[in-house]
């Protein structure tokens, strides 16, 4: 049974649950709105905690950094070394053939017309250049060939003697001495092969 009726217009109820109902509403969306700006203002929090972070990282990276960029160029500075290494090795072969020409052209100079060199071959001089301690050590390989042709037999020893005294070679043979004659002069061709 009842013991109470409600009397109140059916339009004022209305008003007053509709009320009811916004109220509970608003404090729900306001229970969400305070979660959400707490956790967005954790996130910048760790946000900001993070930057910090990284900046001190980076200040404390920047010396690492610098060495990086230092041992780059130093690797750019040893590939050009080594590329001018290869180019001075080159010209140094070329000024020890150089250095053997103008040696023999001086000797042969020295017979005062009695003797000409025709032709030279220089064979396998990188191996007698590759390296002072094997040089020292052993025998330097390599050899120098001079063929010519001279007045007489005397003046072809006196050059195989200034060839061998000229401490360039460690070996000087004569390898042929044929005589020949040209109109009504003797002369005598050579070839001479030197050991360096």
Same mark, same amino acid.
């Given at each position: *049974?009842?013991?109470?009726?409600?009397?109140?217009?059916?339009?004022?109820?209305?008003?007053?649950?509709?009320?009811?109902r916004?109220?509970?509403?608003?404090?729900?969306?306001?229970?969400?709105?305070?979660v959400?700006?707490?956790?967005?203002?954790?996130? *910048?929090?760790?946000?900001?905690?993070?930057?910090?972070?990284?900046?001190?990282l980076?200040?404390?990276?920047?010396?690492?950094?610098? *060495?990086?960029?230092?041992?780059?160029? *130093?690797?750019?500075?040893?590939? +050009?070394?080594?590329?001018?290494?290869?180019?001075?090795?080159?010209? +140094?072969?070329?000024?020890?053939?150089?250095? @053997? @020409? #103008?040696?023999?052209?001086?000797?042969?100079?020295?017979?005062? #017309?009695?003797?000409?060199?025709?032709?030279?071959?220089?064979?396998?001089?990188?191996?007698?250049?590759? #390296?002072?301690?094997?040089?020292?050590?052993?025998?330097?390989?390599?050899?120098?060939?001079?063929?010519?042709?001279?007045?007489?037999?005397?003046?072809?020893?006196?050059?195989l +003697?200034?060839?061998?005294?000229? #401490?360039?070679?460690?070996?000087?043979?004569?390898?042929?001495?044929?005589?020949r004659?040209e109109?009504?002069?003797?002369?005598?061709?050579?070839?001479?092969?030197?050991?360096?």
């Open positions: *049974m009842r013991t109470s009726i409600n009397l109140l217009p059916t339009t004022f109820r209305r008003q007053l649950m509709l009320r009811r916004l109220t509970q509403w608003c404090v729900v969306f306001f229970a969400v709105v305070l959400v700006w707490g956790a967005r203002w954790n996130k *910048m929090r760790e946000f900001n905690t993070l930057g910090q972070q990284r900046e001190v980076e200040r404390e990276h920047r010396p690492l950094q610098a *060495m990086v960029k230092e041992i780059s160029q *130093m690797r750019h500075q040893l590939e +050009d070394l080594d590329q001018q290494e290869k180019v001075a090795k080159e010209l +140094d072969h070329q000024r020890q053939v150089l250095a @053997l @020409l #103008g040696a023999v052209s001086q000797i042969a100079g020295q017979s005062k #017309g009695k003797l000409r060199v025709t032709n030279f071959q220089l064979v396998d001089l990188q191996a007698s250049s590759s #390296g002072g301690r094997q040089r020292a050590a052993g025998p330097r390989g390599g050899n120098f060939t001079l063929l010519g042709e001279s007045l007489d037999s005397p003046t072809v020893a006196e050059l +003697d200034k060839l061998q005294s000229s #401490g360039l070679f460690s070996t000087v043979e004569l390898v042929s001495l044929k005589e004659q109109g009504q002069v003797s002369l005598q061709d050579f070839q001479v092969v030197c050991n360096l």
